[in-house]
C-alpha cells in the first residue's frame, strides 16, 4: 500500500509550468515525501524530496501542505523530455523499499 | 548520480529455461538492493529485498525458489528466474542502496521475453 493518491493522467502544453499533485492525508511526523519519474522503458529516476518546507532543486520545486497531507510537484516548464509517470512515495522509515503506486502519468503537448 | 547497471538490457529465452539478471553498483557500495517487476502499464511491484552476505527476504506471493536472488558481494546483486514461463514475462528493475548515505538508485531495467 504506497499510501498516496495521484490523478491517473495529467496533460500539459510545452513550455508551460505543471503541477502534480500528491495526497497523502494519513502521513505521520517523519515520513519524507520523495518524487521519482520513469520515463519509457527505462527505471524510475529520483527527482526531488522533502519532509516541510518547500524544496528547489535543477529539475523541480516541492511544495508541501501545511498540515503536510498534501503535496506538489511543479515543473516550471514542461518539455518533451518530461513525459513520463511520476510517483509520489512516502518514505515510512529510512530502512524500507520504495512502494510504488500508480503515479501520475505526465503527457507533454507540443 | 551514483550509477547501478542491469545487464542484460534484454533478453528472449524459450520456456522452461532460466535466465540470470544482474545488477551492479558501479560506483558504490550497496548493503541493500531490491528487486521489482513491472508488467505493462503497471506500476513496479517489489519482489524482494537483498541484503549482501544474508538470505533474500521475498514479499508475499513471490516464489522464493522461482526467482533466485543472490547478493554476494557490496556491488552485485542477481535475480535468477528458474524454469521460465511466458507468464514470467515483464520488465524487471534493481535498485541498490548507497551503504555511506542511504540513497536509493534505480538500474535502467532488464526486459524479459519468455516464448
Known amino acids: 500500500d504506497a499510501k498516496t493518491t495521484q490523478p491517473n493522467s495529467m496533460e500539459s502544453n510545452e513550455e508551460e509550468p505543471v503541477h502534480l499533485p500528491c495526497n497523502h492525508s494519513?502521513?505521520?511526523?517523519?515520513?519524507?515525501i520523495h518524487w521519482y519519474r520513469q520515463l519509457p522503458s527505462q527505471g524510475p529516476e529520483y527527482v526531488i524530496h522533502?519532509?516541510?518546507s518547500n524544496v528547489n532543486n535543477r529539475m523541480a520545486s516541492l511544495a508541501i501542505a501545511e498540515d503536510r497531507k498534501s503535496s506538489t510537484l511543479i515543473l516550471h516548464r514542461a518539455t518533451l523530455r518530461d513525459a513520463a509517470v511520476y510517483y509520489c512515495i512516502r518514505i515510512i522509515s529510512g530502512n524500507t523499499p520504495l512502494v510504488f503506486g500508480k503515479g501520475t502519468r505526465l503527457s507533454v503537448i507540443a | 548520480g551514483a550509477v547501478v547497471s542491469q545487464h542484460p538490457s534484454w533478453v528472449i529465452c524459450k520456456s522452461g529455461t532460466s535466465v540470470k539478471i544482474e545488477c551492479r553498483s558501479l560506483?558504490?557500495?550497496?548493503?541493500?538492493m531490491f528487486w521489482y517487476r513491472q508488467f505493462p502499464k503497471q506500476s513496479l511491484m517489489l519482489m524482494a529485498t537483498?541484503?549482501?552476505?544474508?538470505?533474500?527476504?521475498?514479499e508475499q506471493g513471490v516464489e522464493k525458489d522461482k526467482f533466485l536472488i543472490n547478493h554476494a558481494s557490496l556491488t552485485l546483486s542477481t535475480l535468477t528466474v528458474t524454469s521460465a514461463h511466458p507468464e514470467d514475462s515483464s520488465f524487471y528493475i534493481c535498485?541498490?542502496?548507497?551503504?555511506?548515505?542511504?540513497?536509493?538508485?534505480f538500474g535502467e531495467g532488464s526486459r524479459l521475453t519468455v516464448l
Open positions: 494519513t502521513i505521520s511526523g517523519t515520513d519524507y
Open positions: 535498485s541498490a542502496k548507497v551503504r555511506a548515505t542511504g540513497e536509493l538508485f
Open positions: 537483498s541484503n549482501e552476505g544474508s538470505k533474500a527476504t521475498y
Open positions: 560506483d558504490f557500495q550497496a548493503t541493500t
Open positions: 522533502g519532509l516541510t
